[in-house]
């Protein structure tokens, strides 16, 4: 049964954040709420962070603690939105989470450039010499590393992963996604069949019919693919062969319309022999465990992703 935080939250989610509901675009009551789960940031005072960039002009953010600096280890971290979505400030309050369960890391976030501007495959590029300078100029090797994300940066972590692989070099010690978005085609049995459940991007009680579904196909939540085929598996990975990936975390909604994009992916890599953890909790809604301060499903996956991030360090 789903929380009653969880439900609140839920509600505050397809109230404010949902493009299907009905409000004012400038709602002070919407601006607000936002800022409050996105823009703030919280961060502990024995922490500090800074914006840099790569020789090719990538940048990133990086978080450290004061007193230990760097320890050896890395994560290294992709955001979500869609890809038209900027790197917010919340994001950053993951990072001490990390740092305890690592033993010690630095938390690297990418702050790729977005869409429409900046099609694919610019953010898997800027990913990609994001990755080559931390395991390059910056002196990490990759079994120090482990790569996660969110929703459209769950996307990207898998296609970084696929591209590292078919380019023949190293992976990453370990790596996890949360809701991750991997199906451009928007073809499985879940985007249909939960499109009335799903507070982030459905539409309460509705059925997804053919025209909204290409209406969805074709409006600004896909604008980053430009003339990208769908099927291509850097763009949507559930088409992807996920032989000789590292150890692998997924956690996901049962009320997500991207709920099959996971389990289809997790299906993959288990038939190619990848240890894998699949996180699922019943009622859940897209990104729920970025929400972990707010609801108790979301704060047990999160420490289910912690323990993950534990244990693949400890065997450093």
């Not at 709420?33 to 961060?43: G, M, P, S, V, Y």
């Not at 005072?45 to 603690?65: D, I, K, N």
């Not at 979505?85 to 309050?93: E, I, K, Q, V």
């Not at 996660?148 to 990453?172: E, F, H, I, Y």
Request: aromatic fraction near 12%.
């Amino acid at each position: 049964m789903t929380s009653i935080r969880g439900l609140l939250v839920g509600h505050m989610v397809r109230k404010n954040m949902n493009p299907n509901t009905p409000h004012k675009k400038h709602s002070a009551a919407r601006h607000r709420w936002q800022n409050a789960i996105f823009n703030r940031d919280r961060l502990p005072e024995t922490f500090t962070w800074a914006s840099e960039a790569t020789p090719a002009g990538t940048a990133f953010q990086r978080v450290l603690h004061k007193e230990s600096g760097r320890t050896g280890r890395l994560l290294l971290y992709f955001h979500g939105g869609a890809y038209v979505a900027g790197l917010s400030p919340s994001y950053r309050n993951l990072a001490p989470g990390f740092f305890d369960a690592a033993g010690g890391c630095e938390t690297i976030y990418l702050d790729y450039h977005c869409a429409p501007d900046h099609q694919y495959p610019s953010q898997l590029n800027e990913a990609l010499d994001l990755w080559e300078d931390l395991t390059g100029r910056q002196g990490y090797l990759p079994e120090q590393i482990i790569l996660g994300g969110d929703s459209a940066g769950a996307n990207l972590t898998l296609a970084l992963l696929l591209k590292l692989r078919d380019l023949k070099k190293p992976m990453p010690r370990a790596a996890f996604c949360i809701s991750a978005w991997t199906d451009m085609t928007c073809s499985t049995q879940s985007f249909h069949d939960n499109f009335g459940k799903d507070v982030m991007f459905g539409d309460k009680g509705k059925v997804l019919t053919e025209e909204r579904r290409q209406k969805l196909l074709h409006g600004k939540t896909f604008c980053f693919l430009g003339d990208a085929d769908r099927k291509d598996p850097y763009v949507s990975p559930i088409f992807g062969d996920y032989h000789d990936f590292p150890p692998m975390f997924f956690s996901v909604g049962t009320h997500e319309m991207l709920y099959d994009e996971t389990i289809q992916v997790v299906k993959k890599l288990k038939a190619c022999q990848v240890p894998v953890t699949c996180e699922i909790q019943p009622g859940m809604f897209h990104i729920y465990v970025v929400f972990a301060r707010l609801v108790p499903e979301g704060k047990i996956s999160y420490r289910r992703l912690l323990d993950f991030i534990r244990d693949n360090f400890k065997s450093q």
